[in-house]
């Protein structure tokens, strides 16, 4: 029995190996990738996902399949109309001399006296000259398509200018907490030096305590900075339309991306590539096409419209007659009321309001472009002047440590250069988002990307 025992033991624990084997060798783990679809996120990846997530940018592009349909519709007017009807007459009986009616054989005089009579018509209608109308009304129709397409390259340009905006949020709320983070380091090493001079009775009690408020202060800052970190990940994820969990990893880095920009150069730019002036120039030409429009109003129009007929006045038998008939019909309008010149001239008035929105859009856009070049500047001019007090700071701090070590410099003049450290970094990376962020503003100003390519 013994024996068995240990034979069945056996040959299980060798089913436990081949199964932790297959194991082994089968078992995939799990990422974010696997479960998210993302396992870092860069500034392109963002993008991509705004893009493809945004209902602005979905609104803009129903409305530019509304707009494509409404071309299809408007090019219907120079196509024929036809249809099809069908009628039923039943009227009082009509007594008919019998003489009268052998003397008339004909069909159609017969489903005269007819008490009940069916009716089918197919019609058609075609125009043939309107003066102008129908072409006015396709050109019109393609113009506002335009307009729309302009729309979704503002919207879409918009987007990424907040998402460009957005992630360098981000970043900068990410330099700001390892500033922070270093700040608590160099805090801390700084109480155990103050603490050992204190052992040594070089230092004061005082000295201790107040490097320990130090302390306290430089990690409430790192909870204030963790705090702007979330966010600025909540402001970034919102604008991606998208739930993405906190583990995913934030990929990219500020850093100074060098840019020689002509103000005279962004200037044209501007108003050769932003969508609102494009838009505004075909609203104008839509304004001159419905002044022709409306001063085709009262003018003439000829359409050639044509029926065949097919009566019976019963619906059993297949003795129907059938006719046809078609028409030239010219049409010309003698008095309106009017009503055609009070169309022209509001319509006039139309097109110059939006001439004088024209002017101000784009004396608007070239103020955007003004600011956004002289932030630039600034930014440019401070970026490396913030650098190098980077430098001098860590270096200050450095000696200002061996100088406190030695017992040459007090706590509060140690403490004056890591707050002069810490102001330095912040001031230099904030200013690094700022041109960043800058440069993002004067694309969307002049309406192109990658303007510091």
Request: hydrophobic content about 40%; overall charge neutral.
């Amino acid at each position: 029995m013994k024996k068995n025992w240990c034979k069945v033991k056996s040959v299980k624990c060798k089913g436990v190996k081949i199964l932790l084997l297959f194991l082994t060798l089968n078992f995939k783990p799990y990422t974010l990738h696997d479960i998210y679809g993302e396992e870092v996120l860069t500034l392109e990846k963002c993008i991509e996902l705004a893009l493809g997530n945004s209902q602005t940018i979905k609104i803009s592009e129903e409305k530019m399949l509304s707009a494509q349909w409404k071309i299809n519709e408007a090019f219907a007017g120079y196509l024929p109309q036809v249809s099809v009807s069908g009628t039923y007459l039943r009227k009082k009986k009509t007594e008919i001399d019998p003489t009268i009616l052998q003397a008339m054989k004909s069909r159609s005089f017969s489903l005269a006296f007819a008490d009940e009579i069916y009716t089918g018509r197919l019609s058609l209608e075609q125009p043939i000259y309107t003066w102008g109308k129908i072409y006015q009304v396709n050109r019109q129709a393609i113009l506002a398509y335009q307009i729309a397409k302009e729309e979704y390259i503002k919207v879409r340009n918009e987007l990424i200018a907040q998402i460009k905006e957005s992630f360098y949020h981000l970043l900068l709320a990410e330099q700001m907490i390892s500033i922070s983070q270093e700040a608590v380091e160099v805090t801390e090493e700084h109480l155990k030096v103050t603490e050992a001079l204190y052992q040594e009775g070089k230092v004061s009690q005082y000295d201790v305590s107040r490097v320990k408020v130090q302390l306290a202060n430089a990690k409430t800052s790192l909870i204030k900075a963790k705090n702007g970190l979330k966010l600025a990940k909540e402001s970034l994820f919102f604008l991606l339309n998208k739930e993405i969990p906190d583990a995913v990893d934030i990929q990219g880095k500020l850093e100074y991306l060098p840019a020689e920009i002509d103000l005279n150069a962004v200037l044209k730019e501007a108003s050769a590539n932003r969508p609102e002036i494009k838009q505004m120039a075909l609203q104008k030409e839509i304004g001159s096409s419905l002044i022709k429009l409306t001063k085709a109003g009262n003018k003439p129009n000829i359409a050639l419209t044509g029926n065949y007929d097919w009566q019976n006045d019963q619906l059993s038998t297949k003795d129907w007659y059938d006719t046809w008939q078609a028409l030239l019909v010219l049409n010309v309008p003698l008095f309106d009321g009017f009503s055609t010149k009070a169309k022209v001239k509001q319509s006039e008035f139309n097109l110059k309001q939006i001439q004088l929105t024209e002017d101000l859009i784009t004396e608007s856009i070239k103020l955007e472009v003004k600011q956004a070049f002289l932030n630039f500047q600034q930014a440019k001019e401070s970026i490396e002047a913030q650098k190098e007090n980077v430098e001098t700071a860590k270096e200050n701090l450095r000696i200002a440590q061996e100088r406190y070590k030695l017992g040459l410099m007090s706590n509060v003049e140690v403490r004056d250069a890591e707050l002069t450290l810490t102001q330095a970094e912040t001031n230099y990376y904030q200013v690094l988002a700022d041109y960043l962020i800058v440069l993002v503003k004067l694309e969307k100003a002049t309406g192109i990307t990658n303007i510091h390519e």
